[in-house]
């Protein structure tokens, strides 16, 4: 299995921040990533798919980059709703890995 | 619009079997560059992988469960139905069935999620 890192594990910010969240894949899978939002008792939300495209309806501020190994997520200027907990995805070998998450908390 | 809901038991005691159905809509799962996907989460935990069938029957379960896991899809009811045998008290968690749609050139990623359903494992 490829597994996934995500740093940090926890993430404590304040709204109007820039934060960055990364991912680490133990093999290259080329830029088959997706990122994915959880809160509290609902299922997650996709983000970004293929590292950086942003999946429809998804607010601008949220952008992705990287290939091969290293991803990150970007949040351009952190608001409210964003609080939340953030996993990567690998799609480029079965089984479709997920990352640790990452929680972003309010400062 | 796309809606899955997973439906099932909530409670099963140790070594029976599971059986999960995912019931979707606004899609059909014989068209080409879709699939359906279940997924876990333990509670506080993060999400696991578990299984997944694709438009041309085409299955993929995780190494670690599966000789415990059987996916199988029903076309005409639009229906996915997950086994798991011989459940244990860690398989407590959240299960989720989604949709995985190919976007061009960039591969299978899930778009679409049940609200998932709490199966808790215990005597």
């Given at each position: 299995d490829i597994q996934l890192t995500q740093s940090p594990s926890f993430l404590s910010a304040s709204v109007g921040d820039r934060v960055t969240i990364t991912c680490r894949a133990?093999?290259?899978?080329?830029?088959?990533l997706a990122w994915y939002q959880q809160k509290p008792g609902k299922a997650p939300k996709l983000?970004?798919?293929?590292?950086?495209a942003l999946q429809s309806?998804?607010?601008?501020?949220f952008s992705g980059s990287g290939s091969g190994t290293d991803f990150t997520l970007t949040i351009s200027s952190l608001q409210p709703e964003d609080f939340a907990t953030y996993y990567c995805q690998q799609?480029?070998?079965?089984?479709?890995t997920f990352g640790p998450g990452t929680k972003l908390i309010i400062k | 619009q796309i809606t899955l809901k997973e439906s099932g038991p909530t409670l099963v005691k140790p070594t029976q079997t599971l059986t999960l159905t995912c019931t979707f809509s606004g899609?059909?799962?014989?068209?080409?560059g879709v699939g359906v996907g279940w997924i876990r989460q333990p509670p506080g935990k993060a999400l696991e992988w578990l299984a997944l069938i694709y438009w041309n029957d085409d299955k993929h379960s995780s190494p670690s469960l599966k000789s415990r896991l059987t996916i199988t899809k029903d076309t005409s009811k639009n229906q996915v139905v997950l086994t798991m045998t011989?459940?244990?008290?860690?398989?407590t968690a959240t299960y989720y069935c989604a949709r995985l749609f190919y976007y061009d050139s960039s591969g299978y990623y899930v778009d679409y999620w049940g609200q998932g359903t709490l199966v808790t494992v215990s005597s």
């Open positions: 133990s093999q290259d899978i080329n830029s088959y983000l970004i798919y293929a590292a950086s309806g998804v607010p601008s501020r799609v480029n070998n079965y089984p479709f | 899609f059909s799962l014989s068209n080409s011989n459940m244990d008290p860690v398989d």
